[in-house]
């Protein structure tokens, strides 16, 4: 699971191996290594969860976690859709795009 932040916008695109592995268990986790030791770990996550509303993002020390409606989540992993996105408040007048999308791979 690759991850790009930029000023606006926090988005996640997943193999296909991941989002199969997303629609069947609701969770993948990865941990960039930043320095040593546990506390060196930058770790991010996409999680089906029952109890958000929408599409969502929650930061936590060392931890980026995207959460996902879970009826949202399991439609999505097993359909045709390529990505989710919204638009999230985290400030006021200041907004983060987060996109979650299928890495179809090129095309050529």
Request: aromatic share 4%.
């Amino acid at each position: 699971m690759k991850l790009r932040l930029d000023e606006t916008s926090l988005r996640l695109r997943l193999e296909p191996e991941e989002t199969a592995e997303f629609g069947r268990t609701g969770h993948l986790e990865t941990a960039v290594p930043l320095g040593p030791g546990a506390a060196g770990l930058l770790r991010y996550s996409l999680e089906r969860a029952a109890d958000v509303p929408a599409l969502t993002v929650r930061q936590e020390l060392g931890r980026i976690r995207v959460l996902v409606p879970a009826a949202q989540a399991d439609s999505w992993a097993g359909s045709d859709e390529i990505g989710l996105r919204t638009k999230v408040e985290v400030a006021e007048n200041q907004f983060l795009l987060i996109l979650v999308e299928k890495d179809l791979g090129c095309a050529h």
